[in-house]
Each structure stands twice: as C-alpha cells, then as structure tokens.
C-alpha cells in the first residue's frame, strides 16, 4: 500500500514538472523577447547619458604556441552628448584619451615604438558622425552594453527586430535548463558569403534579459563571450567582468580579451572636461573637415577633373579638323 502511494506521488511530482516546464516553454517567444529586451535597451541608453566606471583590461594573443600579454587600465565618462575613454598601459607610460563635444572630437596617443604621442583632430560643426565617435560609441557598446551586444558587433535588439537586412536569421527561442529555470536559450544563423552559420545566445530573464553567454561561428573559427554583473547595480544589467575568446583553428591563433568594472558613479563632468584643456593640449583652430565634406569635395574634385578632360579633347578634335575644314 505504501508503495503504492509513493509511486502515485512520484507520478504526480513528475506530471507537475512536465506541466510546469510545458507551460514555460509555451510562455517565451521571439516575441516576449524583443518586446523585453527593447525596454532594456531603452533603460541602458538612460543610464549612459550619466555614467563613470574604471576598468582594468587583460589581453592574451597565443599564435603557434607562443603567448604575449598585455594589461592596461583606465575609464569611460558618459555625460549627455559627451563621452571619453582614457587608457593607460601597465607596463610603460604609453596612454591614449579618445573624447567628443559638441564642437570636436579627438584622440591623443602614443603608438607602439613612437617617441611621442599624435594627435588627430575632427570638426564636428560639419559631421557630428567622426571616426573617433564611431570607435567611442563602439566601445561603449561593445564593453557597457555587452548585455545587449553579442561578439563586438552584433546588437541583440537590431537582429531581433530587422533581421539586420538578413544577415542575421533568428531559429528558435526556447527555456534553457530546468522548470524553474530563468534562462532563454536564443538560436540564430549569420549569413555569410552565402553560408548560414549556426550560432546562441543565452540571456537571462530574471536580469533584464541580458547576455550571459554568447558563440557566433566565422569561417574562420569562432568567438565566445561570457558576461558576469555587478549585483549592486539594479536598474539596468551592468557588467562586472567580460571575456571575449576567439579561435582559429587553421592560423593556430587564440586570443583572449578580459575587461573587468569597478562600480560605477553619476558623472558630474561639465563640457569643458571632455576637450583638449582638459587632458593639458592648448585648443587649436579647426582645420580638420568631417567626412561627408571631405567626400564632397574629393567627389566635386573629381567632376572637375572629367570636365577638364573632356574639354581638352574638344579642343584637341577642333584643331585636328581645322586645317579640313579650310
């Protein structure tokens, strides 16, 4: 009787957890994932227009057995419009300050085997859009974000809502692990030289569905991305420490990079902190064009350049005919 009784139980606790993990695999779709991962990408985008975080950077490159490290530290300041990044090597006095305004952007450093630090310059009164914008808000993302970006360069929110223009293919989207699991297992292929490359994210839902764990495939092998958060920061999912691995199996190449945050503060920072007074460089006039004017004018440049040649030619058969026509 008692036997009985114990495997009616057992049954019963079975048909629970088989109901339990059916209701939650039925309760989580593409949809309930963009739908959150949108609100926390709005809530991020809120938290960078006021933010300031240390780091420290350890970086391992292994080629053929042979093993070179480098470490650095430094720190991102977000305020509104106006960012910086500041970098400082650990092994010598190298540094490197990447920054914008909203008249400029600049970036000051020194290269490997260069006795002293460059200087390069970009107006921004023509292009807000620069070279050293685009790596600085890159780094952002790529670093702070790294709960929405998957391997770098792939926004989790932009590949669940477009698709990326089909480069990206979302698969499936299922429980990951056990009934009381809290854990969404995302599948997806990128699409490269006409070849579908399988590849997953893992984002956890009971931290404002951030990346835990990521592989994206590459003809060239593959990279894998591992976030832990800071437990005191709960408004928005803030990495404590990010690991980016990448293999490649035929150029017997590893690389390891690993990026770890202290916690972070409000910046109180005003403009004036984010110029070229403010890391100890005398302002200088702009003589820097953006871009879109730079192409502008190599592209009128161009047309001037046909016109001229298709005149001299006129000129040219005119005269060759001259003598006829007399």
Known sequence: MTRRVLLQVWGLVLLMLATSAHVWAQSVSGDDVRRAVSQTHARLLAFFNNLEVSYRVVSQRDIGGRREQKESHGKFRLKGAWRAIES?????????????NSRYSF???????????????????????????????????????AAQT??????????????????????????????????????????????????????????????????????????????????????????????YVTRSPNRRLTEREEWIFDDPRSCDAAEESFTLTAYGLPEVSQQHWGLRSLFLFLTALGLAALLVKQVRRWLAERARRAPALG
């Not at 650990?90 to 920054?99: G, H, L, P």
Request: hydrophobic share 35%; net charge negative; aromatic share 12%.
């Open 150 to 243: 998957l391997m770098y360069y792939y926004s989790l929110v932009e590949f669940l809502e477009s698709g990326m223009g089909g480069s990206v293919t979302l698969r499936s989207v299922a429980p990951h692990g056990g009934p009381d699991t809290q854990l969404v297992k995302v599948m997806f292929d990128r699409v490269e030289g006409g070849r579908a490359y399988p590849c997953w994210a893992i984002i956890d839902r009971s931290n404002h569905w951030a990346v835990v764990e990521a592989v994206v495939q590459w003809p060239w092998g593959e990279a894998v991305q591992t976030v832990e958060y800071n437990p005191t920061v709960k408004e928005v999912p803030f990495p404590r420490r990010v690991v």
């Open 88 to 100: 400082y090597d650990a092994n010598d006095d190298r540094k490197s300050i990447r920054a914008y």
């Open 107 to 145: 970036f000051m450093g020194r290269s490997k085997g260069r006795e002293q630090d460059e200087l390069f310059q970009y107006d921004r009164l023509t292009s807000s859009q620069t070279p050293v914008v685009d790596e600085v808000d890159l780094k952002v993302q790529r670093y702070l974000g």
